[in-house]
C-alpha cells in the first residue's frame, strides 16, 4: 500500500517551456503533499507544502510564480515549472502523507522527475 | 533549528556484515523519525517510522532505533546484501505545522559481493 505515482519520470525540452509535472496517491487520500527538489549529491531540498484545496506554502527563497502547485483533489498535486531555464534543470520529487490522528502517518515518495532544460 | 548529521557519509562492507548507520538531531523536541532509502536516480522508499514515544522499529533485517535524550537515531542492517546498496537517509520531523522533514544528507552504502 501507500503508492505515490509521480509522471512524468523523466523531460527534456527547450528553455522557456512550461513543464508540468504530476503527483499522485494511488492507494490513499493525501491531505498533504510535498515537493522538493534534489542536486547531485545533496539531501532533498523542500520547495512547498500543500494541503488538499488550499494555497501552496512555499519555502523562503522559492518563486512561487515560477513554480505553481495545485492541488486540487486528495489524489492528486501538480507542480508546473513555467518558462523554465537550465538552472531549473534537477530532480523534482513529491512526497504525499494521509494524515490520520495524532501519531501521524510517514511521507511516501514518488519516483521523481528527472528534468533537462536545454 | 533542528539539524540533522548522519554518519558516515559512505560506507563499504563485504557482504554478510552487521552494520549500523548513525543519524543525530539537534532539537529533541521532535514528532517523530524516519529513514529512507534511495537508490542513484529514484525516488524515496520509506523503510521505518519511529514515532517519538517509541524506542524502535523492526522491519525485517532492518531495525532502527530512537533516543531523544541523546539525539540519536542508528538504523541497524543485520546480515546485508549487496541489494542494500544505496543511500540511506534520516529525517526528523518536527513538531509544529505541517511536520517537516528535516534531512540528514544520507550514509551511501556499498555492499561488496
Known amino acids: 500500500g501507500a503508492v505515490v505515482s509521480q509522471h512524468p519520470s523523466w523531460v527534456i525540452c527547450k528553455s522557456g517551456t512550461s513543464v508540468k509535472i504530476e503527483c499522485r496517491s494511488l492507494d490513499f487520500q493525501a491531505t498533504t503533499m510535498f515537493w522538493y527538489r534534489q542536486f547531485p549529491k545533496q539531501s532533498l531540498m523542500l520547495m512547498a507544502t500543500?494541503?488538499?484545496?488550499?494555497?501552496?506554502?512555499?519555502e523562503q527563497g522559492v518563486e512561487k510564480d515560477k513554480f505553481l502547485i495545485n492541488h486540487a483533489s486528495l489524489t492528486l498535486s501538480t507542480l508546473t515549472v513555467t518558462s523554465a531555464h537550465p538552472e531549473d534543470s534537477s530532480f523534482y520529487i513529491c512526497?504525499?502523507?494521509?494524515?490520520?490522528?495524532?501519531?501521524?502517518?510517514?511521507?511516501?515518495f514518488g519516483d521523481g522527475t528527472r528534468l533537462s532544460i536545454l | 533549528k533542528q539539524e540533522v548529521t548522519q554518519i558516515p557519509a559512505a560506507l563499504s562492507v563485504p557482504e554478510g556484515e552487521n552494520l549500523v548507520l548513525n543519524c543525530s538531531f539537534t532539537d529533541s523536541a521532535i514528532y517523530n523519525l524516519q529513514w529512507f532509502r534511495q537508490d542513484p536516480g529514484k525516488g524515496l522508499t520509506s523503510l521505518l517510522l519511529?514515532?517519538?514515544s517509541q524506542r524502535e522499529q523492526t522491519s525485517g533485517r532492518l531495525n532502527a532505533s530512537l533516543d531523544k535524550s541523546s539525539g540519536r537515531s542508528t538504523l541497524y542492517i543485520a546480515a546485508s546484501q549487496p541489494g542494500d546498496s544505496a543511500t540511506y537517509l534520516c529525517a526528523a520531523i518536527n513538531a509544529g505545522n505541517n511536520r517537516k522533514l528535516i534531512w540528514g544528507l544520507g550514509t551511501s552504502l556499498a555492499v561488496n559481493p
Open positions: 519511529i514515532q517519538s
Open positions: 512526497s504525499a502523507r494521509d494524515w490520520v490522528g495524532q501519531g501521524g502517518q510517514p511521507q511516501h
Open positions: 500543500s494541503n488538499e484545496g488550499s494555497k501552496a506554502t512555499y
